[in-house]
């Protein structure tokens, strides 16, 4: 159980290029879900906090008008990054959890590699 | 402020080789303490929710334990397969949100 998905696995675009990035619940509804960033040999960095019907709360630095997030359904996140550029190479990665609380835990999608040239 | 220290960054142990990996916290009102197994190119998978003190859970050749200020998870003879980034994450009081620590890169030679 507690699976996620996410699509694509990876992405490699010519700059001033939106990208769409998608993650799916795929067995249980997510109230909330979260999405991270990774850079090389570095942790995980919460970009923002999705809520289900609600905008989704972002972390300092982070340009919501660069990276929009929708959650239009208890199964369904998109990260969108708009106009992206070579900086915006990562690794992404979504997580869902049930409760939506802290100590409930998260469970992650594998990752899309988003590589701008 | 809220912070989560892994240490070592890096063990290379032989097959079999027991260990332990360290994860050091500092947090306003700990929530949960989360223990994920990370592959190349992959998102973390869940091992681990510590909740309190004195707690201890384990799944195969892995334990996890608790303390006020770290956490502790033990390999027992551990395979190649065992091979991984091993995350530690704390969940704040106030917050739904996760902080992880670096990790650490564990390889297991046969």
């Known amino acids: 159980g507690a699976v996620v998905s996410q699509h694509p696995s990876w992405v490699i675009c010519k700059s001033g290029t939106s990208v769409k990035i998608e993650c799916r619940s795929l067995d249980f509804q997510a109230t909330t879900m979260f999405w991270y960033r990774q850079f090389p040999k570095q942790s995980l960095m919460l970009m923002a906090t999705?809520?289900?019907?609600?905008?989704?709360?972002?972390e300092q630095g982070v340009e919501k008008d660069k990276f929009l997030i929708n959650h239009a359904s208890l199964t369904l996140s998109t990260l969108t990054v708009t106009s992206a550029h070579p900086e915006d190479s990562s690794f992404y990665i979504c997580?869902?959890?049930?409760?939506?609380?802290?100590?409930?835990?998260?469970?992650f999608g594998d990752g899309t590699r988003l590589s701008i040239l | 402020e809220d912070q989560v220290t892994q240490s070592p960054e890096a063990l290379r142990l032989q097959e079999g080789e027991s260990s332990s990996l360290n994860c050091s916290y500092t947090?306003?009102?700990?929530?949960?303490l989360f223990w994920y197994r990370q592959d190349p190119g992959k998102g973390p998978e869940f091992l681990f929710t510590l909740y309190s003190a004195g707690e201890e859970k384990e799944k195969e050749r892995l334990k996890a334990t608790l303390t006020k200020k770290e956490s502790f998870l033990h390999i027992t003879a551990p395979k190649p397969e065992d091979s991984a980034t091993y995350l530690c994450a704390v969940g704040p009081g106030a917050t739904n949100k996760l902080i992880f620590g670096t990790g650490t890169l564990l390889a297991v030679q046969p």
């Open positions: 997580s869902a959890s049930e409760g939506g609380w802290s100590n409930q835990p998260q469970h």
């Open positions: 947090v306003s009102g700990l929530r949960g």
């Open positions: 999705s809520n289900e019907g609600s905008k989704a709360t972002y």
